[in-house]
T-cell receptor, first 117, second 113 residues
Framework: GAVVSQHPSRVICKSGTSVKIECRSL??????MFWYRQFPKQSLMLMAT?????????EQGVEKDKFLINHASLTLSTLTVTSAHPEDSSFYIC?????????????FGPGTRLTVT | KNQVEQSPQSLIILEGKNCTLQ??????????LRWYKQDTGRGPVSLTI?????NTKSNGRYTATLDADTKQSSLHITASQLSDSASYIC????????????FGTGTRLKVLA
């Protein structure tokens, strides 16, 4: 149980365009979803936390207008990188938390590799 | 400051050998400590989770230990396999404030044939 999927797994886009990444909890309702960014040979860095139906809370230094997060349902959150630039190229990972049985457990998605050319 | 530090940064061992990865943390108040395995280009997968009262926990060839007094944890891998090549991340959670994971910097393990 507790599977989280991400789509797409890889995406290449041109500088200046926007790209949307989806994160889905497949077999549980995720009351909270987290978005992380990971640069090569570094650990995960939390970008934002989103609770279903409310605005996301962004970490310091993360531009909320550039990284739009929507958590419209208990099984889906999306991250949209707007006006992407090469420096936004990174590995984006989501995680989901929820369920009465394990309210503090986060389940991670497989990640999305974004390359901006 | 709430921090999690891991050592070594990277490690190369031969297949079949054992190894131990270290994690020191200054997170307070402590809730639990997790070890994750992250294959290249994949999301982290949980190996073990330990609360304050647990000293050791095993998952197959992986054995994690926790010393809450010294705020240290270790992950011991027995009879390593090529598939163990990955990054191992120590994650500590706090009990107060916003419940967040605090990630360690990770140890990159490479197992050679």
């Amino acid at each position: 149980g507790a599977v989280v999927s991400q789509h797409p797994s890889r995406v290449i886009c041109k500088s200046g365009t926007s790209v949307k990444i989806e994160c889905r909890s497949l077999d549980f309702q995720a009351t909270t979803m987290f978005w992380y960014r990971q640069f090569p040979k570094q650990s995960l860095m939390l970008m934002a936390t989103s609770n279903e139906g409310s605005k996301a809370t962004y970490e310091q230094g993360v531009e909320k207008d550039k990284f739009l997060i929507n958590h419209a349902s208990l099984t889906l959150s999306t991250l949209t990188v707007t006006s992407a630039h090469p420096e936004d190229s990174s590995f984006y990972i989501c995680s989901a938390r929820g369920g009465l049985a394990l309210p503090y457990e986060q389940y991670f998605g497989p990640g999305t590799r974004l390359t901006v050319t | 400051k709430n921090q999690v530090e891991q050592s070594p940064q990277s490690l190369i061992i031969l297949e079949g050998k054992n190894c131990t990865l270290q994690c020191n943390y200054t997170v307070s108040p402590f809730s639990n400590l997790r070890w994750y395995k992250q294959d290249t280009g994949r999301g982290p997968v949980s190996l073990t989770i330990m609360t304050f009262s647990e000293n050791t926990k095993s998952n197959g060839r992986y054995t994690a230990t926790l010393d809450a007094d010294t705020k240290q944890s270790s992950l011991h891998i027995t009879a390593s396999q090529l598939s163990d090549s990955a990054s191992y991340i120590c994650v500590v959670s706090r009990t107060s404030g916003t419940y967040k994971y605090i990630f360690g910097t990770g140890t990159r393990l490479k197992v050679l044939a």
